[in-house]
């Protein structure tokens, strides 16, 4: 089985990006929807964060993304505290995920990982896809988004990998600013090759 690492920086099209591999019949493990049902109501880390952080606790037992969000950014401490609740649930769900798609003999999967150079997560890929736009697109895309400032958006840039980076070790670059049937395009080459071995 093909593990393909999916990467890419804030705003460049990477849940896109994992649509078009789904579509093509790639399982793929998106570790921010397994952090979403983690903090979820009945999610295995809200006690855990709760004692925590207990201030982001909701009357419905799920955690308050936003309010957790303000306590950890910028604040190192309070982030590997997260970090050491959440990193071992999210490997968990990973390798469960691993483990199923080994058993259904799939011979490629995706993992759709943001911080994955920055985690080390490409030590665990074949191979590795990166999706990248201009830099002008990116700071569109994100300052669109409810609640996102500039400040925060560069806070959040500066954590990343730079993008030059990422494509300099990818395997694979896959570009999301000229339009989803170039990117589509790219997509559907990459998934050739990577078939083939």
């Known amino acids: 089985m093909i593990i393909l690492g ?12 994992a649509r ?8 793929v493990h998106d570790a921010d929807a397994t952090v979403h049902r983690l903090l979820a109501a009945g999610g295995k880390a809200v006690a855990a964060i709760s004692v925590a952080f207990p201030a982001v606790s909701r009357a419905d037992g799920s955690i308050d993304r936003r309010a957790l969000g303000q306590q950890v950014f ?24 691993l483990a199923r798609c080994r058993r259904r003999r799939c011979r ?8 994955l150079y920055e985690t080390g997560g490409d030590r665990q890929c074949d191979a590795v ?15 669109a988004r409810p609640g996102m400032t500039a400040e925060t958006f560069a806070q959040i840039r500066a954590r990343q990998c730079p993008d030059a980076e990422k494509r300099r070790r990818a395997d694979v670059v896959v570009p999301s600013g000229l339009g989803k049937a170039v990117t589509r395009r790219a997509v559907k080459r990459a998934l050739t090759h990577l078939k083939r071995g």
């Open 20 to 27: 078009m591999l789904r579509e093509a019949g790639i399982p």
């Open 74 to 97: 910028g604040n190192t401490p309070a982030l590997r505290r997260l970090e050491a609740i959440l990193h071992p649930l999210v490997r968990a769900d990973k390798a469960a995920f």
């Open 6 to 17: 999916l990467t890419g920086s804030i705003g460049m099209g990477k849940s896109t990006l």
């Open 108 to 115: 490629l999967v995706a993992l759709d990982v943001p911080l």
């Open 129 to 143: 896809m990166v999706v990248s736009a201009p830099y002008f697109l990116q700071r569109q895309r994100v300052l």
